[in-house]
């Protein structure tokens, strides 16, 4: 008798069974599954995020800032952990779905940016310290140290600038541009109006105004 109150209802579940067999595709042939066919984990949805999420200066900079904050967890600078640890997770997760849309990889974005900055001021403020990026031990061990070129504190603070520069100039570029797309009617509300306006068909409506008690 308490099996109503205790269980789930049984069109919740049935619910749940449809949606889980369209987001893993299986089990279901369901037509708009068709285009992940092929997607590869993780490429796929690391691509879209570089270059239409968050455009390319800032994806890639983002993915350094990731990178170099997974070095430094590994050194026990834990600054980072919280954010390290959140992108890794979620992208871990979602990008083995077999559903990979740009939209379930919003939540990243934010923590991603801040590495991104992270990253970009952490080779700023090195470089003006005079610490440039240091040869690692077994290239150094390997080529002997005349033969590697000498990297010099004025010229790498310059570069790590203009990279920041192009950074943020990159991203303000492509999110004007991305924004573009958003100021034209979709190509089907577009090709709809069109075929309104251009296509004979066996009668036509126009309304030069309508009355407020139709309206209601």
């Not at 449809?18 to 997607?39: E, L, S, Y």
């Not at 949805?45 to 170099?68: D, E, K, Q, T």
């Not at 690692?136 to 080529?143: E, H, K, N, S, T």
């Amino acid at each position: 008798a308490l099996e109503m109150y205790l269980l789930p209802d049984p069109r919740w579940a049935n619910s749940m069974d449809k949606i889980k067999g369209m987001v893993t595709g299986f089990g279901m042939d369901w037509a708009p599954n068709h285009q992940w066919w092929g997607r590869k984990a993780y490429l796929f949805p690391i691509g879209n995020m570089v270059r239409w999420g968050m455009g390319w200066p800032l994806g890639l900079a983002a993915l350094a800032g990731w990178l170099a904050a997974g070095i430094a967890l590994l050194r026990r600078d834990e600054r980072h952990a919280l954010l390290w640890l959140w992108v890794t997770a979620l992208v871990g997760f979602q990008g083995l779905q077999w559903i990979k849309t740009l939209r379930y990889f919003l939540p990243v974005f934010a923590p991603l940016t801040i590495l991104a900055a992270w990253w970009l001021v952490t080779l700023v403020d090195g470089a003006a310290a005079g610490r440039g990026p240091r040869w690692p031990a077994w290239l150094a061990a390997r080529w002997p140290r005349p033969s590697l070129p000498t990297l010099r504190p004025e010229p790498m603070r310059r570069a790590a600038l203009a990279l920041v520069a192009l950074v943020v100039a990159g991203t303000m570029v492509w999110g004007v541009a991305f924004h573009g797309i958003y100021r034209e009617d979709h190509p089907r509300v577009a090709a709809s109006e069109w075929s309104y306006r251009n296509l004979p068909t066996a009668f036509g409506l126009m309304l030069a105004a309508i009355d407020d008690a139709l309206a209601d």
